[in-house]
Structure formats: C-alpha cells, structure tokens
C-alpha cells in the first residue's frame, strides 16, 4: 500500500523527472520513520522502470529487483555489521561502480540511508561525486538529520522534505502491511508518528519498554532512582528502542512547557510553565534531546554509555541546592 502522506513527494518528483531535470543527487529529508527508504526506492524504481514510465509502473522485471533490493544498477549504501556509520570503503565501491556502464541501457542508482551517518572521510569521497557526477547517475541520501552533513555536499542535492504523517494515516498504512491484530495505536503511541519504524518492530516490546522508559524517567524527576542500576539495565537490552522512547518523552515536556508559555530564553520558574523540574528549561530540554541523538549516532563507538545514560538521568532530579 502506498504511504498516502508521500503522494505530494512523489508527484513533485515525477514532475521534475518527466521535465528532466531531476537532479543528480536527491536528499530526502525525512522525520523518523516517515518512509524515507520507501521514497528512496520509488524513487529508484521510476528512473530504472523498462517502460519509463512516471510514476513507475511496479509490475516489470526492473521494478520488482528494484524493490527485492537486487537490481544490477542500485547499489543500496547502510551501515554494515554492528557499525553506525557509513565508511569511505563503502561509498569508493559505490563510485566505482556507478561509473561503469548501466547493465539495462538506463540509469545507475545508489541510495545511502542513513546518509547522516557518514563519516567525514566518506562524506569527502561522496561529494567528488556529486561535483562531477556521470551520466544518467542518481544518488538519494536519506537523513533524519541532515545538518551533520557538511553543508558542501548539502548545497548538491535537491531537497525533499518528508513530514510525519497523521495518526490516521499512520494507522491506516500500519493495518494494512502489519495487520489488524496489533495495537498499532499503542506502537505509535510509544515511537511518535513513525508507521516505517513501527511496522518493524514488536508491538508488544515495544510497549513493554516504553512504559519502563516512562516510569523511570518520571521517577527521575522527583530524584527516587538509582541512575547506575537504571543506566546499566538499559545498555543491556533494547538501547536503540529506549533511547527513542527518552527522545519522545523529552519532547513532550517541550511542547508543555512552550505550551504553557515558556520560551527558549525564559528559566523553568516562568508563569503558568509546569513546575515538576522546574530547574529544566526548555534550551535544558533541547540540549538534552540533542545528548540523546549523539548518543544513538555513537553507539558502536567504544563510549560509556551507561555513564552518559546516568549522567542524562542524573540531570532530569530536581536541582542541587
């Protein structure tokens, strides 16, 4: 099923590639979740359909070892092993082969996601290529963060902007590729709008941890929480997941407090702002959500997480007087 919240994306896509001028290098910026790899593939698929067709038509050869990932011509660039990062080696293998000739007469494709998770030497590489791209050569770089890539290789690529969807949205797309026998309501409920990340998880772990997430973040609050004991359990078991649901809640306490009229200047005692941690501005929380997203960029590097983790729950109890 089509994700119904991408139909502008793939209309303005099929439009510049039917004026040809599509670009050579395509970044996708996407909220988590939002289906930037499915865009990326679609994407994939129409400059590479046997009929040339826009949109493509997702029944030939060519669509179906676009989306089985076994195209001749697409190379799909991830993170390999227990790594987070994507390496120079990985994008010099992608240049050399989008130099060589398509096996089908058509583009050559490469899709890098997620493309903030290049290191800077593979980014340099990436970007030779983007300068001097070959001919009939598409490249798609999917990030949720897109300003940790060096602002060079940004001013290269065309922008797409992926929004999250609505819940009904969401909802709808989850029941029909994930059935209708899990609460999806209460996955979204735990991951945000995010029906990509969603649909690839365990409904049931994923509540599980969200609501342990919860109870200890809320107990941090208040200071009644053993931060060591908490932070070593949750390096042990599902730290991905966990560090999201963190993200999520953070969040939430922002939108409160700017809700109730804080803003990025004023301090945690403002008028009308909730006064559980009141010390916690909303720059503290904002700084803290950034902590947690470089934590889940480093996780294969060879970092204390479990002190990062009880420092960041240290930081949510009440101020030291």
């Not at 826009?54 to 697409?74: T, Y």
């Not at 966990?242 to 922002?254: G, T, Y």
Request: proline letters at 6%.
């Amino acid at each position: 099923m089509t994700p119904s919240w991408l139909n502008s994306e793939m209309a303005a896509l099929q439009a510049v590639f039917v004026a040809k001028r599509l670009s050579h290098g395509i970044l996708i910026h996407e909220a988590p979740g939002a289906g930037g790899d499915w865009l990326a593939q679609w994407l994939a698929q129409m400059v590479l359909c046997e009929h040339a067709t826009a949109p493509p038509c997702g029944v030939c050869a060519s669509c179906g070892r676009v989306a089985m990932q076994q195209h001749p011509d697409l190379l799909w660039v991830r993170p390999q092993d227990d790594s987070r990062q994507l390496k120079i080696e990985q994008v010099r293998e992608l240049t050399q082969e989008l130099a060589l000739t398509s096996h089908q007469g058509r583009y050559k494709a490469g899709i890098l996601s997620p493309a903030d998770s290049l290191n800077r030497f593979a980014a340099n590489a990436l970007l030779k290529t983007l300068e001097e791209p070959p001919r009939q050569t598409l490249l798609v770089l999917v990030a949720t963060h897109p300003s940790r890539l060096p602002p060079t290789l940004l001013s290269r690529c065309q922008r797409v902007r992926v929004q999250a969807p609505s819940r009904e949205e969401a909802l709808a797309w989850l029941k029909s590729e994930g059935g209708e026998g899990a609460d999806w309501n209460a996955v979204l409920d735990a991951l945000g709008e995010a029906p990509m990340m969603a649909v690839q998880s365990d409904p049931k772990v994923v509540s599980e941890v969200s609501a342990d997430v919860r109870r200890a973040l809320e107990a941090a609050l208040t200071g009644k929480i053993d931060a060591v004991a908490v932070a070593e359990r949750w390096v042990k078991s599902e730290l991905p997941l966990r560090l999201r649901c963190v993200e999520l809640w953070l969040n939430e306490r922002i939108r409160e407090r700017v809700a109730r009229g804080e803003t990025l200047a004023a301090g945690g005692g403002s008028v009308g702002v909730d006064m559980r941690a009141a010390h916690l501005t909303v720059q503290g929380l904002f700084n803290m959500v950034e902590r947690v997203r470089e934590m889940n960029a480093s996780l294969d590097a060879p970092l204390n997480r479990g002190l990062s983790l009880e420092g960041l729950l240290r930081r949510l109890g009440p101020a030291r007087r």
